[in-house]
């Protein structure tokens, strides 16, 4: 599943890829899973639109559109005005704060989910299985969202915002105020989309192992030196994978699935029962709300 370095590597790669084409034509596939906006709102969102932008937001990428009045009828429009406010996922309309859509711009939302892919291709680049939309793009190339699992999600919004706040941003109080009095393990808090917008298994084991916290650990019992601690380590593991990523970035998104994708070097996820790098202590494999979770019992208190 790609986690939150994948998520942001694949769409800086489609941000330099696509930014600026204008999307001429939609098909989508008849499978229902993938689509978690209406087919003819989606296909009303994207048809003529011109993509302004690519960008992550915690796992999902977000393209944002805007329209350059070459929508190919009336009627689209009308549905485009009709659905989207409706059918779009957690449209904010704080008090106080103007944030109304106009129907000149909208948002094309895609979540991988476990085995999703978005491909940039030539036309006549043979369609793979389990292709459920593709994007006619008025440079002459398509965008396909291939995916065999169908977990992936596509969704058009006005405006949308994931839950939680991007670990890559927020600052220290925020940080530890996010697990005060949180009598949860530190290790599921991490996972809490709630809270921290993207963090994943793998991300959360090793940022805990540079911080030197056990996984079980309750939230709230850390002090905030520790929480500093591990608010650098984690944002040092995705800036990592970010970095390591980036060479690799066409490759993936031209690639059959992760073809060409790299990997952080773990150094304690996946490695239950391998010496611990540093102390050579076993590492431990513990299942902590459900997913498993990996650490050093000497070098993690
Ligand atoms: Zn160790």
Not at 150 to 170: K, M, Q, Y
Request: glycine content about 8%; aromatic content about 4%.
């Amino acid at each position: 599943m790609p986690e939150l370095p994948e998520v942001e590597t694949i769409a800086r790669g489609l941000a330099k890829r696509v930014t600026g084409d204008v999307i001429e034509s939609v098909w989508l596939g008849r499978k229902k899973e993938p689509l978690k906006s209406p087919a003819p709102a989606i296909a009303a969102a994207l048809e003529g639109s011109r993509i302004a932008n690519v960008r992550r937001m915690g796992k999902h990428i977000v393209f944002d559109l805007e329209s350059v009045g070459r929508t190919p009828s009336s009627a689209n429009e009308n549905v485009a005005r009709a659905l989207l406010p409706a059918n779009g996922r957690k449209v904010k309309t704080p008090a106080g704060k103007s944030v109304r859509p106009t129907q000149n711009s909208a948002q094309w939302i895609v979540h991988l989910g476990m085995t999703g892919s978005l491909r940039v291709c030539e036309p006549q680049t043979e369609i793979a299985k389990h292709t459920h939309a593709i994007l006619t793009l008025a440079s002459g190339r398509e965008l396909r969202f291939v995916d065999p699992r169908r977990f992936g999600r596509l969704s058009v919004s006005a405006e949308f915002d994931a839950t939680g706040i991007e670990p890559l941003e927020i600052d220290l109080d925020d940080f530890v105020a996010l697990f005060r009095g949180r009598k949860t393990p530190i290790k599921s808090a991490l996972l809490n989309q709630n809270l921290l917008r993207g963090v994943g298994n793998i991300y959360a084991d090793e940022s805990l192992f540079r911080a030197g916290i056990r996984p079980r650990r309750r939230a709230a019992s850390i002090t905030r030196d520790q929480l500093a601690s591990l608010q650098a380590a984690l944002k040092e593991v995705l800036q990592e994978a970010i970095a390591l990523g980036g060479s690799s970035v066409s490759d993936y998104v031209d690639a059959e699935g992760n073809a060409g994708f790299f990997q952080l070097q773990h150094r304690v996820y996946g490695r239950e029962g391998e010496p611990c790098l540093v102390c050579k202590t076993s590492i431990k494999r513990v299942v902590i709300a459900g997913r498993s979770s990996h650490y050093c019992p000497k070098c993690q208190k």
